[in-house]
C-alpha cells in the first residue's frame, strides 16, 4: 500500500546525493561555502513549499515570505526564551507559522484567482508594516531581532551557567557551525522533499490537482474544496516557517525585511524559473537565484579584468565596462533577463528544457507532454 | 531488481535512505575538518592579506557606501606604498612601512551590504568564509554595523566599523571585536545643543522626525536630553521607516502641532529627502509661537548637502571631520583623494580610510595577525595626525574619544563642494562620557573556533 514507484524512488535517492555532494559538486563554481550551502537548502525548502500550493492547487500566493519571516521571529524567540538548541525553535516556528497561514489562509482562500494573490499580498505586507510599527517591541523594528546578554534562556540556565559572549545555535550540545549547520539543513530539505514527493502522489496531492485543473467541476461533482485547499496552505506555510527557522538557526537574527513583498515575489520566481508544478524545478530556481544574488553580486571590476584579460588592451576595456553592468549591482539585471528568456522560450521553466533535451535522446519514444499540456490531459474519470 | 520492480515499502526507503544520508554526510566532514586546524580564523600564510569592504552600493545610503568604497582602495594603495602615501606621512605614532602589512601586500574583496542586516551579514560571511578575509570593514548603518559587528565576534573575526553614529555600536552592542572611530550620538547631543540654546533661545518646541532604527532612537534620545536640558519642549516624536523616499504624510502634521524646531534625524537619502519636503512645504519661511520656524540635522555630511542643495543652506549640525580643516592630516587626505578622484572625502570616505590604517597599524606593532593581540594593540591607543586631533581608542568600550565638528549649511557657497562650514570645533573633553552608561559587555577575546 505505501508501495513508492520505482521512478520516484530513484529521483528521491539521486536528489539526496546531489543535495550531500553540493560541497563537492559547487566547488568550481566558487559557490562552496557552509554559508552559501546553507541558503541554497533553506531556500530550496522555501521553494518546494510553495511549490505545494502554486504548482500542484494552482493558487498564486503573493505573500508566503510572511510565514518565512513569522518562523525566523519565532525561532530567534525560542532562542531568546527557552534554549539554544535549534529543536525548541524548529517545533515553535512550525507551529506559529503553521496557525499564522491558517488566520491568514481562512481568511484569502474564500476567494481564488487574482483575488486571492491580492489578499495574500495584503497580509504579507501588513504584517510586514505591523513588524515595523506595532509589534517593534517583539520583532525590534528595522534593527532585526538579536540575541542577547540578558536574554532568560530558561531551558538552558536549568542545566548550566551562561558562558562568556554571545551563545550560538546548538543540535543537542553540538555547535551549529560551519559544515555541521550545512548537513543539519540538506537533512531537512531532503526530508521535506520526501514529503513533498508523497504528497504530489497521495489521494490527497490527486485532489489538489484536481482544484488546479477545474476547482469548479469538482465543486459540482460534490466535492467541498476548501479543506483541501486550506491544508494546502497550511502546509506550504509550515515549509516556509521551517525555511525561516532554519534561517534564524544558521545565523540567530530575524529582520522584517524578510517579510518584504520582493522576499514574496522571489520565492513565485524561483518557482517559476525552475518549473512550476515539478518536484525538482524549485529547488533549482531556488540554487539560481540565490547563486545569482551571492556569486553574481560579488564580481567586482578587478576580476572582470582579470576574466578578460586575454584580450588586447582597448577590447578588454570595452568588454569590462560591458560586463560590469550585469554583475556587481547589476545582478538583477542579469537575473530579469534570465527570467524573460526562461519564460518565453521555456515557459516550463529549466526543468521543461531539461525534458526537451531528455526527448532528444529518446527520439522513438512519445515524448512526455510538457507541463502546461498535461494539466488538459483527459483525466481517467473523464 | 525484483524487489525494486515490486516497490519499495516506506520503511524500506527511509532504512536505505537515512544510511545513505548519514554515510555521506559525515564522510566530508572529514575532510573539512582540517580547514580548522590553522590557528585562527583565516591566518594569512600567502604573500597577500585580504580584507572584506562590505559597504552599501544600493539603498538609501548607497552614495555614503561608494564614497567609503574609493576611500578604501585609497587606503589599501597608500599602504602597499603606491600613490602618495596619504596620511602614513601623518599618522603619530606610526609603524607603518608603506610596503603592505607584516610585508604582505594588502588585497581586498567587496560586497554590496544593501543597507541591510540579512544582506550584509550574509556577504561578510561569504568574504570570511570563501575569499579568506581576516578583516571586515565598513557599513554606511548602524543597524548593519551591529549585525555584522555580532557576526564577527562569533568568528573571531576583527570589524573596523565605518560611518555607524548609533549609541549602541559602542554602548549596549559592543564587542571585543569591534572598533569604531566615527562619534557617536550622544557626543552630537552634547556638542550641538549649547550652539542650538545660542541660536535659537531656551524656549523652543521640538518635532521629531526619526529613522526608525538603532541609530535613530539613539540619536532621538541623545537629542531629546540635550535639547530639553535646554529648556526645550519636544511636542511629538515620530518614528518613520528606513528609506522611505516620500516624508509628506509625516511633514503634514508637524505644520499643526505647535512645534517651531524640526529635528529630521535622517541620514543619507532620507535626510535628502525629507528636508527637501520640509522646505517644499514652505517651513522654513514659517513662523510659530512668534518666532523664526528651524530646521536642525543632527548628523551632517558633504554629501546630504550636496544632494539638498539650497535648502540646506544656515541648517546647524554635527560632523565626525570635514575636508576644510586646517591641520595637517586633512590637507594631506584632502589633497590625496582629491588627486584620485577629483572631489574631496566625504565623512565616511575619512572614517574608513582612517579605520584601515589603524588596524595596519595595529598590526604592525602587535606584530602578528592574530586578533587578540591586534586587538590589545588598538585598545587604549593613543595617536594623532589623522585629522581630529588627538585621538584615543577608548579600551572600555572600543570608542574613538577625539573632537566634534558642529557645522552649518554654507549661506554663500564658493564651488560646489563648498556646502558645510565648520561654526564650532568642541574639545574631546567636553564630549567626553563614562563608557558604563550605555551597558553592555565586550565579550571575550579568545576566538570561538568557528570560522
Redesign the interface.
Known amino acids: 500500500m505505501?508501495?513508492?514507484?520505482?521512478k520516484d524512488?530513484v529521483l528521491?535517492?539521486g536528489f539526496?546525493?546531489v543535495v550531500?555532494?553540493m560541497?563537492?559538486w559547487l566547488q568550481p563554481f566558487?559557490a562552496a561555502?557552509?554559508?552559501?550551502l546553507n541558503?541554497f537548502a533553506i531556500f530550496a525548502i522555501f521553494a518546494v513549499g510553495f511549490n505545494i500550493l502554486f504548482g500542484l492547487t494552482g493558487y498564486l500566493s503573493f505573500g508566503h515570505a510572511a510565514f518565512f519571516g513569522v518562523g525566523s521571529y519565532a525561532a530567534v524567540w525560542s532562542f531568546k526564551l527557552l534554549s539554544m538548541d535549534a529543536l525548541p525553535a524548529l517545533v515553535f516556528a512550525i507551529v506559529v507559522s503553521g496557525l499564522f497561514a491558517l488566520a491568514i489562509g481562512f481568511l484569502s482562500l474564500r476567494r481564488s484567482g487574482i483575488y486571492f494573490s491580492i489578499l495574500t499580498l495584503a497580509f504579507a505586507q501588513m504584517s510586514y508594516n505591523l513588524a515595523?510599527?506595532v509589534f517593534?517591541p517583539i520583532t525590534n523594528?528595522?534593527?532585526?531581532l538579536?540575541?542577547s546578554?540578558n536574554d532568560s534562556r530558561v531551558l538552558d540556565r536549568m542545566f548550566s551557567e551562561p558562558g562568556?559572549?554571545?551563545p550560538?545555535p546548538t543540535l543537542l550540545g553540538t555547535?551549529l557551525?560551519?559544515?555541521?549547520a550545512f548537513?543539519f539543513c540538506?537533512?531537512f530539505l531532503?526530508a521535506t522533499f520526501?514529503i513533498a514527493q508523497r504528497v504530489t502522489g497521495s489521494p490527497f496531492g490527486m485532489m489538489l490537482k484536481g482544484i488546479k485543473s477545474n476547482q469548479t467541476r469538482m465543486n459540482y461533482t460534490g466535492v467541498n474544496t476548501r479543506p483541501y485547499t486550506l491544508a494546502a496552505f497550511v502546509i506550504s506555510g509550515m515549509y516556509a516557517g521551517l525555511a525561516g527557522a532554519l534561517l534564524a538557526i544558521t545565523?540567530p537574527?530575524a529582520?522584517a525585511?524578510?517579510m518584504q513583498w520582493t522576499a514574496s515575489g522571489e520565492v513565485v520566481l524561483m518557482t517559476i524559473l525552475g518549473g512550476a508544478g515539478t518536484l525538482v524545478g524549485p529547488v533549482i530556481g531556488a540554487w539560481l537565484i540565490k547563486y545569482f544574488e551571492?556569486i553574481f553580486?560579488?564580481i567586482?571590476d578587478g576580476i572582470l579584468t582579470q576574466f578578460w584579460g586575454f584580450l588586447p588592451d582597448g577590447a578588454q576595456h570595452t568588454a569590462v565596462l560591458i560586463s560590469s553592468k550585469f554583475v556587481?549591482?547589476g545582478w538583477f539585471l542579469t537575473l530579469g533577463l534570465v527570467f524573460v528568456l526562461i519564460v518565453v522560450f521555456l515557459p516550463g521553466g529549466v526543468m521543461e528544457g531539461v525534458r526537451r533535451i531528455a526527448a532528444l535522446f529518446r527520439p522513438n519514444k512519445p515524448t512526455p507532454a510538457s507541463a502546461g499540456t498535461t494539466a488538459s490531459k483527459p483525466h481517467p474519470a473523464e | 531488481m525484483t524487489l525494486l520492480k515490486r516497490g519499495l515499502s516506506r520503511r524500506r526507503v527511509l532504512q536505505t535512505g537515512m544510511a545513505g544520508i548519514i554515510g555521506t554526510g559525515v564522510a566530508p566532514l572529514m575532510f573539512t575538518k582540517g580547514a580548522w586546524a590553522q590557528e585562527f580564523c583565516n591566518n594569512p600564510t600567502g604573500d597577500t592579506v585580504t580584507i572584506g569592504l562590505n559597504v552599501p552600493l544600493t539603498g538609501a545610503y548607497a552614495e555614503e557606501g561608494a564614497d567609503e568604497l574609493r576611500a578604501y582602495e585609497l587606503a589599501v594603495k597608500h599602504l602597499n606604498g603606491e600613490g602618495d602615501g596619504g596620511l602614513l606621512n601623518v599618522l603619530q605614532p606610526s609603524a607603518l612601512k608603506g610596503n603592505g602589512v607584516l610585508g604582505k601586500k594588502v588585497a581586498f574583496v567587496t560586497s554590496d551590504s544593501q543597507t541591510k542586516a540579512d544582506v550584509a551579514r550574509a556577504g561578510a560571511t561569504r568574504m570570511i568564509e570563501r575569499d579568506g578575509a581576516l578583516m571586515i570593514t565598513g557599513g554606511s548603518s548602524s543597524g548593519v554595523a551591529v549585525a555584522v559587528q555580532g557576526l564577527c565576534q562569533e568568528m573571531g573575526v576583527i570589524f573596523m566599523a565605518g560611518l555607524t553614529h548609533s549609541n549602541d555600536t559602542t554602548g549596549k552592542d559592543k564587542k571585543r571585536y569591534g572598533f569604531r572611530h566615527f562619534f557617536n550620538a550622544y557626543q552630537s547631543g552634547v556638542a550641538l545643543g549649547p550652539v542650538l540654546g545660542q541660536e535659537y533661545g531656551k524656549d523652543r518646541k521640538a518635532y521629531h522626525l526619526t529613522a526608525d532604527y538603532t541609530w535613530g532612537w539613539t540619536q532621538e534620545e541623545s537629542m531629546k536630553n540635550a535639547t530639553e536640558a535646554l529648556g526645550w519642549e519636544t511636542v511629538a516624536a515620530v518614528r518613520t521607516p528606513l528609506g522611505a523616499g516620500d516624508f509628506s504624510q509625516f511633514l503634514t502634521p508637524v505644520l499643526n502641532s505647535g512645534a517651531d524646531v524640526l529635528i529630521l534625524n535622517h541620514y543619507g537619502n532620507d535626510m535628502v529627502n525629507s528636508l527637501t519636503q520640509a522646505v517644499q512645504f514652505g517651513m522654513r519661511d514659517r513662523e510659530v509661537n512668534g518666532k523664526q520656524f528651524q530646521i536642525v540635522v543632527p548628523l551632517f555630511s558633504e554629501l546630504m548637502a550636496k544632494g539638498a542643495g539650497a535648502n540646506i543652506k544656515g541648517i546647524f549640525g554635527t560632523s565626525n571631520w570635514h575636508w576644510n580643516l586646517q591641520d595637517a592630516g586633512t590637507k594631506a587626505f584632502t589633497k590625496s583623494f582629491g588627486a584620485e578622484y577629483g572631489a574631496p572625502p566625504s565623512q565616511a570616505a575619512h572614517t574608513c580610510y582612517v579605520q584601515t590604517l589603524l588596524y595596519a597599524d595595529a598590526c604592525e606593532r602587535a606584530g602578528t595577525f592574530y586578533p587578540p593581540e591586534v586587538i590589545k594593540a588598538l585598545e587604549g591607543h593613543d595617536f594623532d595626525g589623522m585629522g581630529n586631533g588627538p585621538t584615543t581608542y577608548r579600551a572600555e568600550d572600543h570608542q574613538c574619544m577625539k573632537n566634534v565638528l558642529v557645522v552649518r549649511g554654507t549661506e554663500n557657497p564658493t564651488s560646489e563642494y563648498d556646502v558645510l562650514e565648520v561654526v564650532q570645533e568642541v574639545s574631546r573633553d567636553a564630549v567626553d562620557y563614562d563608557p558604563s552608561i550605555f551597558g553592555g559587555d565586550l565579550g571575550p577575546a579568545e576566538p570561538a573556533p568557528m570560522c
Do not use: W
Request: glycine residues 12%; aromatic residues 12%.
Open positions: 505505501l508501495a513508492m514507484p520505482r524512488v528521491f535517492l539526496a546525493a550531500l555532494a560541497p563537492i566558487g561555502y557552509p554559508d552559501l541558503r515595523y510599527s517593534t523594528g528595522e534593527t532585526g538579536q540575541l546578554l562568556p559572549g554571545l550560538s555547535p557551525s560551519g559544515y555541521v548537513y540538506a537533512f531532503i520526501f545565523d537574527l529582520g525585511e524578510r551571492n553580486s560579488a567586482n556587481g549591482e
